[in-house]
């Protein structure tokens, strides 16, 4: 365990990167990383890094904060965050070159780093974050605090993912110790749909195929993304629609945010091996959420979907009940 530390002291330039397109977990967990050494570690320069689009959504998260700062020509730490794979810090891939310490909570992970830190059985990088906190008696703050809460009611889809655990319940109560508006923050990721987001949902709707019952898809095309005006964030959440339908297993959702460009999300009650689905597709996630991007035409990575999930649906044992 005292390698971590160790690492920290011997190094005074230190990277944090995090996947491609980041979502709030990457995003949340990189920053509070960087104050967590900050606040805790004398003498050190820590630059965050994460390729691809940082939405509006985000912008309450990085107002203060910077990101992807002109890159030093030399590291000698990096933490890779919240990434089943190398590849998937896309252009930042490059700069690395040196020792990894590798955080993650995905199934799918490679565990490619130096020292690796990762785990299925948390529900997010900033709660795994939270615990290595503790672990170590590294200090918090209100603002180190505020981000680990928002990845982790992100990621668990305000706490209602099959992600959810006890040890999940516990870091939130520590954390709720701190000063922060949690209240503010369930509002803002939770009750502030845009109009964008709803035309979105109600095409999804509109698409909805099922297979034996127990397996939907959604699909939302380049042509309706495009005149509803939409950004990524506004795709954000709308699979969940599908996995809480009565009877539904598995659901997958098709959003072509440009042309021939296909981001795949996928969701399970438990199941069903999703990840590995997302895996073949040189994606990734767990067993509760996975995702992957496709280049090519929406309906045939449907239909390829559709094939790999299908013979797992007709392998599951129908429940009579549900036993609390």
Not at 31 to 51: E, G, M, S, T
Not at 62 to 89: A, H, M
Not at 129 to 153: F, M, P, S, V
């Amino acid at each position: 365990m005292k390698q971590l530390i160790e690492k920290i002291d011997n190094a005074k330039k230190i990277a944090i990167i995090s996947h491609i397109n980041p979502d709030a977990d990457a995003l949340c967990s990189s920053i509070a990383l960087k104050n967590i050494i900050l606040n805790n570690f004398d003498f050190k320069q820590v630059d965050v890094f994460v390729d691809g689009n940082i939405g509006e959504l985000y912008d309450p998260i990085v107002r203060n904060e910077v990101i992807n700062p002109e890159p030093l020509s030399k590291y000698d730490l990096f933490f890779i965050l919240d990434c089943p794979n190398i590849s998937r810090t896309g252009n930042y891939q490059n700069m690395i070159d040196g020792e990894i310490i590798n955080i993650d909570h995905h199934e799918t992970n490679e565990k490619f780093g130096t020292i690796n830190y990762v785990t299925p059985k948390l529900s997010s990088t900033c709660e795994y974050l939270y615990y290595l906190t503790q672990a170590y008696n590294l200090d918090l703050t209100n603002r180190i605090a505020k981000y680990l809460y928002q990845g982790i009611i992100t990621d668990t889809n305000c706490f209602t993912s099959l992600s959810m655990s006890a040890t999940t319940h516990n870091a939130v109560s520590q954390l709720l110790k701190f000063k922060f508006d949690s209240d503010a923050i369930r509002q803002y990721y939770f009750k502030n749909n845009s109009l964008s987001k709803t035309v979105l949902m109600t095409k999804a709707f509109k698409s909805i195929k099922i297979y034996k019952g127990r397996f939907l898809t959604m699909k939302i095309d380049y042509d309706t993304y495009r005149k509803a005006e939409a950004t990524y964030e506004d795709t954000l959440g709308i699979v969940d629609n599908g996995i809480n339908i009565n009877g539904i297993e598995a659901c997958a959702i098709l959003i072509e945010t440009e042309p021939n460009k296909i981001n795949v999300s996928l969701r399970n009650k438990g199941k069903v091996d999703i990840a590995n689905v997302a895996k073949e597709f040189n994606g990734g996630g767990s067993n509760a959420s996975a995702a992957f991007q496709y280049e090519g035409d929406i309906k045939d990575i449907e239909r390829q979907v559709v094939e790999k999930i299908q013979p797992l649906i007709e392998e599951i044992k129908i429940e009579d009940e549900i036993i609390f």
